[in-house]
T-cell receptor
Framework: DTAVSQTPKYLVTQMGNDKSIKCEQN?????MYWYKQDSKKFLKIMFS???????INETVPNRFSPKSPDKAHLNLHINSLELGDSAVYFC??????????????FGEGSRLTVL | RKEVEQDPGPFNVPEGATVAFNCTYS??????FFWYRQDCRKEPKLLMS???SGNEDGRFTAQLNRASQYISLLIRDSKLSDSATYLC?????????FGAGTTVTVRA
């Protein structure tokens, strides 16, 4: 049973389209994240939610909008896709946010290609 | 300056060799440090935490130097299965920042 699952795993779409990636965790964790890994393999945090509340919002275009309907789900919606959005998007979760937070459990990633 | 910097490598080593590499971080107030491992086209997974006094986990040894703001990872008796990208991770309050990774390839 997959701990952190995200769908779809692959997404190929045209510039200007809107797309969503869904993420679910069954670990009972309070905190969930979206990371973006670009072609240079640099893994950069985008958002973090703790118990449905947004706690980290890095400098991300407002075309990206996260939504957390409950603490087990964190979805990412992207409007007006651009070529530079092509990357692998990883969802992750961890136990309650705090000073010992260190282990993130990642989903398998969603590889987005914008043509 | 990036928050976490690593030598991208690749480090190509024969089986049985020892390989070591460092990572530097910019925020002197960083609280916790970790090494993650990422296999090709897979998700990152926690390899080990890094403690102030240094720590070992089997063939892996991690060290922290707060004065110089770097952490290191040493792999002894390399196995083919150690081939991966090793990501240095630093925590500041709620945020975990990842380095771009050091690629290690162990050859037979």
């Amino acid at each position: 049973d997959t701990a952190v699952s995200q769908t779809p795993k692959y997404l190929v779409t045209q510039m200007g389209n809107d797309k969503s990636i869904k993420c679910e965790q069954n670990l009972g964790h309070d905190t969930m994240y979206w990371y973006k890994q670009d072609s240079k393999k640099f893994l950069k945090i985008m958002f973090s939610y703790n118990n449905k509340e947004l706690i980290i919002n890095e400098t991300v275009p407002n075309r990206f909008s996260p939504k957390s309907p409950d603490k087990a789900h964190l979805n990412l919606h992207i409007n007006s896709l651009e070529l530079g959005d092509s990357a692998v998007y990883f969802c992750a979760s961890s136990q309650a946010i705090g000073r010992n937070t260190g282990e993130l459990f990642f989903g398998e990633g969603s590889r987005l290609t914008v043509l | 300056r990036k928050e976490v910097e690593q030598d991208p490598g690749p480090f190509n080593v024969p089986e049985g060799a020892t390989v070591a590499f460092n990572c530097t971080y910019s925020n002197s107030a960083s609280q916790s440090f970790f090494w993650y491992r990422q296999d090709c086209r897979k998700e990152p997974k926690l390899l080990m935490s890094v403690y102030s006094s240094g720590n070992e986990d089997g063939r892996f040894t991690a060290q922290l130097n707060r004065a110089s703001q770097y952490i290191s990872l040493l792999i002894r008796d390399s196995k083919l299965s150690d081939s991966a990208t090793y990501l240095c991770v630093v925590r500041n309050d709620y945020k975990l920042s990842f380095g771009a990774g050091t690629t290690v390839t162990v050859r037979a």
